[in-house]
């Protein structure tokens, strides 16, 4: 005998489309009993469980929620998710540090040019891990072609100084299905509500 069994539950979709407000195709499926929430749409797929909502419904919980708290649950990295690394407001703020470096004269020219050179070549088009491992490789580059110590001679004292740095938020596309659709959902929902459906 096997230990897998397999449950039935009825489910409720929504299924919205049109061109208003930027819109093509959304898909909701909401699970009121479980608190399960999975979308898919061409602005990307979502999914969250709300287990714990007091006494409201799942219908009820979604419009009191904040948009900010839902977008965070969607791109929470053990939802699948992750975090999106904004490549040029990074770049920005790190190079702003290493101008404010050279400025207060905490590091020569030489220092800041190398460092400059080497920021540019940090792959921040994946997710934060990728950034990191290519972090340590810019680290190994500086020691060996300039012989430059990372974390006596840039304006970072270790590692995680610098990743922080790092200009993290919702995707786009998050933020766009946010924008555009979330409000869409969110009127339905409160207009079936309203007639008691």
Request: proline fraction near 1%; hydrophobic fraction near 30%.
């Given at each position: 005998m096997s230990d897998i069994s397999v449950k039935k539950d009825m489910v409720e979709k929504y299924t919205i489309t049109g061109r208003m407000s930027g819109i093509s195709w959304s898909i909701f499926t909401l699970?009121?009993?479980?608190?399960?929430?999975?979308?898919?749409?061409?602005?990307?797929?979502?999914?969250?469980?709300?287990?714990?909502?007091?006494?409201?419904?799942?219908?009820?919980?979604?419009?009191?929620?904040?948009?900010?708290?839902?977008?965070?649950?969607?791109?929470?990295?053990?939802n699948g998710g992750k975090?999106?690394?904004?490549?040029?407001?990074?770049?920005?703020?790190?190079?702003?540090?290493?101008?404010?470096?050279?400025?207060?004269?905490?590091?020569?020219?030489?220092?800041?040019?190398?460092?400059?050179?080497?920021?540019?070549?940090i792959d921040l088009y994946g997710d934060s891990n990728t950034a990191y491992f290519s972090m340590n490789d810019m680290i190994e580059k500086l020691k060996y072609k300039y012989d430059i110590d990372f974390y006596k001679d840039s304006p970072w004292r270790d590692d995680y100084e610098f990743m922080e740095r790092m200009v993290i938020g919702c995707s786009p596309q998050l933020n766009m299905f946010m924008d555009k659709v979330w409000p869409v959902f969110i009127d339905v929902l409160k207009k079936e509500k309203e007639n008691g459906i």
């Open positions: 699970d009121n009993k479980t608190g399960d929430i999975s979308i898919q749409s061409d602005w990307g797929n979502y999914s969250y469980i709300w287990n714990h909502r007091g006494n409201e419904t799942l219908k009820e919980f979604l419009i009191n929620a904040g948009v900010d708290y839902i977008k965070d649950k969607f791109s929470y990295p053990s975090k999106y690394i904004y490549a040029k407001e990074t770049l920005d703020s790190w190079k702003r540090d290493i101008v404010g470096h050279r400025r207060n004269r905490e590091s020569t020219k030489e220092i800041a040019k190398a460092l400059l050179e080497c920021l540019n070549e």
